[in-house]
């Protein structure tokens, strides 16, 4: 719950006006598992709150740990679904990826969460759950909203848990240390843009609109050049970073041609671009590149003036691809 929830509930039981913030002290600040550890609440009260709520934090049901120290954790969800979260350790740094649905309406054909189908979205609870009951909470500095499922296709949700990990009664983390990423809905994008100072991720994968289409349906809805227009109406040349994903398909998106047209659609906007390395995943015929060819691109358009970094490939062998876990996970319980 965000403090104006907290203060709601406060009332609602006849608690104090100030029950609210150290409600939030418990629940983000000393993450408590429980309401009978608020113990500067009375008795009375937190018997109230006991009869009608709980702190909702559930520990992850399984995990995968990679020999790089990648971990991948799957949270169960109420309705008998998974879901998965990654922490990847990087020296200094402990990176969270979270998920926002179970499954993905996208259906982006190189995506694995896309085969599930979608089955809901995650309430901010069940967001925020993936990062309070992560066991390498305290070694946290970055959160990237990256999983299964498009965060703004659940932005009401989102935002709840955005306010939560940035606000001084929440986690009171910097919105730099947050990066969501879209295929770019044109409602939750500009909702985000405007509400939100976190960094934003957009998938991109192909500058042109036809092949774009190939792989991913949301282009008819929402092209990459209206995307693009919108972005350059907003100002990210100081701390807020706009960034676009760009996985690298032999022989599909990775020639002259289609480099070109990258640095015509980005031309004058402030960003950079993150080339991927792709991951087989089953029932898809893409295959990705070698290390020599993703570096050849990445050179091609740092010289022509667009900032372009080659992003670490981590868990490659833990189910790597977002969505296989889980997929495996529930296939195993439907068989039995």
């Given at each position: 719950?965000?403090?104006?929830?907290?203060?709601?509930?406060?009332?609602?039981?006849?608690?104090?006006?100030?029950?609210?913030?150290?409600?939030?002290?418990?629940?983000?600040?000393?993450?408590?598992?429980?309401?009978?550890?608020?113990?500067?609440?009375?008795?009375?009260?937190?018997?109230?709150?006991?009869?009608?709520?709980?702190?909702?934090?559930?520990?992850?049901?399984?995990?995968?740990?990679?020999?790089?120290?990648?971990?991948?954790?799957?949270?169960?969800?109420?309705?008998?679904?998974?879901?998965?979260?990654?922490?990847?350790?990087?020296?200094?740094?402990?990176?969270?990826?979270?998920?926002?649905?179970?499954?993905?309406?996208?259906?982006?054909?190189?995506?694995?969460?896309?085969?599930?189908?979608?089955?809901?979205?995650?309430?901010?609870?069940?967001?925020?759950?993936?990062?309070?009951?992560?066991?390498?909470?305290?070694?946290?500095?970055?959160?990237?909203?990256?999983?299964?499922?498009?965060?703004l296709d659940n932005i009401d949700e989102v935002m709840k848990a955005l306010e939560i990990m940035t606000a001084p009664w929440g986690y009171a983390w910097s919105p730099k240390r947050i990066t969501l990423s879209s295929v770019g809905l044109k409602k939750g994008?500009?909702?985000?843009?405007?509400?939100?100072?976190?960094?934003?991720?957009?998938?991109?994968?192909?500058?042109?609109?036809?092949?774009?289409?190939?792989?991913?349906?949301?282009?008819?809805?929402?092209?990459?050049?209206?995307?693009?227009?919108?972005?350059?109406?907003?100002?990210?040349?100081?701390?807020?970073?706009?960034?676009?994903?760009?996985?690298?398909?032999?022989?599909?998106?990775?020639?002259?041609?289609?480099?070109?047209?990258?640095?015509?659609?980005?031309?004058?906007?402030?960003?950079?671009?993150?080339?991927?390395?792709?991951?087989?995943?089953?029932?898809?015929?893409?295959?990705?590149?070698?290390?020599?060819?993703?570096?050849?691109?990445?050179?091609?358009?740092?010289?022509?003036?667009?900032?372009?970094?080659?992003?670490?490939?981590?868990?490659?062998?833990?189910?790597?691809?977002?969505?296989?876990?889980?997929?495996?996970?529930?296939?195993?319980?439907?068989?039995?």
């Open positions: 719950m965000t403090l104006s929830e907290l203060q709601d509930v406060a009332k609602g039981l006849g608690m104090p006006g100030f029950a609210a913030k150290q409600m939030a002290q418990w629940l983000y600040v000393k993450r408590v598992k429980s309401i009978d550890e608020m113990t500067n609440l009375s008795l009375k009260f937190r018997t109230m709150l006991s009869d009608s709520y709980k702190v909702g934090a559930d520990a992850p049901v399984d995990a995968m740990r990679s020999t790089d120290g990648t971990v991948k954790y799957l949270y169960h969800t109420p309705d008998g679904h998974f879901v998965e979260t990654v922490f990847i350790p990087d020296e200094e740094r402990g990176t969270i990826c979270v998920s926002s649905q179970v499954g993905c309406k996208m259906n982006c054909k190189f995506c694995m969460t896309g085969k599930q189908g979608f089955n809901a979205s995650l309430t901010a609870n069940q967001i925020i759950n993936q990062i309070q009951s992560l066991p390498e909470f305290e070694q946290l500095t970055n959160v990237v909203m990256m999983g299964m499922g498009e965060p994008l500009q909702r985000f843009l405007e509400e939100s100072e976190c960094h934003l991720a957009i998938s991109l994968h192909a500058p042109v609109p036809a092949l774009r289409r190939e792989l991913m349906p949301a282009e008819r809805a929402f092209s990459i050049t209206e995307i693009v227009d919108l972005l350059r109406n907003y100002d990210f040349s100081h701390q807020r970073r706009l960034s676009f994903e760009y996985i690298v398909f032999k022989g599909v998106n990775d020639s002259p041609l289609y480099m070109k047209a990258l640095l015509k659609l980005l031309r004058g906007l402030d960003c950079r671009v993150n080339l991927i390395r792709f991951h087989a995943i089953p029932n898809v015929d893409l295959e990705g590149v070698d290390m020599q060819k993703m570096t050849e691109l990445r050179d091609y358009l740092t010289q022509h003036g667009l900032f372009t970094t080659i992003r670490a490939s981590r868990g490659e062998d833990i189910f790597a691809a977002c969505g296989m876990l889980s997929t495996a996970k529930q296939e195993a319980i439907n068989k039995n």
